[in-house]
Antibody, heavy 125, light 112 residues
Framework: QVQLVQSGAEVKKPGASVKVSCKAS????????MHWVRQAPGQGLEWMGW????????NYAQKFQGRVTMTRDTSISTAYMELSRLRSDDTAVYYC??????????????????WGQGTLVTVSS | QSVLTQPPSVSAAPGQKVTISCSGS????????VSWYQQLPGTAPKLLIY???KRPSGIPDRFSGSKSGTSATLGITGLQTGDEADYYC?????????????FGGGTKLTVL
């Protein structure tokens, strides 16, 4: 079955960087965009951006541009999200999610399915 | 402040029906398809509805989605205690000279 398995929890100090991995299985890794979404404690979902595993092309949410880098290793079907210059308000659970897509003429429908189990990143001095 | 507006909470008794609204604008819902996600306590979100109103395999027909203009609605009938969760709508938004995915703020469903 299609599955995304993420790396384990991390504790980082302010100013450091964190790199979270997302290993895909059960489908052709290069055939679907991968998105990253985070959720601060008690808060809602916040989209961070996507990576095209086939080309390596990326698109980041404006809020994270300059601090986030999404990469992939197609040989091991794994996507990565690295966030730098961490602050305390970056404390959150970070999820990867595979994009689904369907074209309706010129209109595009997208959705996220499945999601990884989440990786808790705690930023604390 | 989310671009998509959802009620913070809704509640209903077991067996009853509830609807959750998701209000946006022409830069998001008005010109894009909407999906809905269920997040049970302590777990990752799960896809409930895509293409505005389609259910993935395995999602019971108690869950339905609709869209009209710049608003979308998730409906749940025959409420069960296991439906207690946070629900999020999502779609693309093109209002900030970029194309970003946006989520609603989430709605907490309580089954009384």
């Amino acid at each position: 079955q299609v599955q995304l398995v993420q790396s384990g929890a991390e504790v980082k100090k302010p100013g450091a960087s964190v790199k979270v991995s997302c290993k895909a299985s059960g489908y052709t890794f290069t055939g679907y965009y991968m998105h990253w979404v985070r959720q601060a404690p008690g808060q809602g979902l916040e989209w961070m951006g996507w990576i095209n595993p086939n080309s390596g092309g990326t698109n980041y949410a404006q809020k994270f541009q300059g601090r986030v880098t999404m990469t992939r290793d197609t040989s091991i079907s794994t996507a990565y999200m690295e966030l730098s210059r961490l602050r305390s308000d970056d404390t959150a659970v970070y999820y990867c999610a595979r994009e689904g897509i369907r074209w309706f003429g010129e209109l595009l429908s997208n959705w996220f399915d499945p999601w990884g189990q989440g990786t808790l990143v705690t930023v604390s001095s | 402040q989310s671009v998509l507006t959802q009620p913070p909470s809704v509640s209903a008794a077991p067996g009853q029906k509830v609807t959750i609204s998701c209000s946006g604008s022409s830069s998001n819902i008005g010109n894009n398809y909407v999906s809905w996600y269920q997040q049970l306590p302590g777990t990752a979100p799960k896809l409930l509805i895509y293409d505005n109103n389609k259910r993935p395999s395995g999602i019971p027909d108690r869950f339905s989605g609709s869209k009209s203009g710049t608003s979308a609605t998730l409906g749940i009938t025959g409420l069960q205690t296991g439906d207690e969760a946070d629900y999020y709508c999502g779609t693309w938004d093109s209002s900030l000279s970029a194309l970003d995915w946006v989520f609603g703020g989430g709605t907490k469903l309580t089954v009384l």
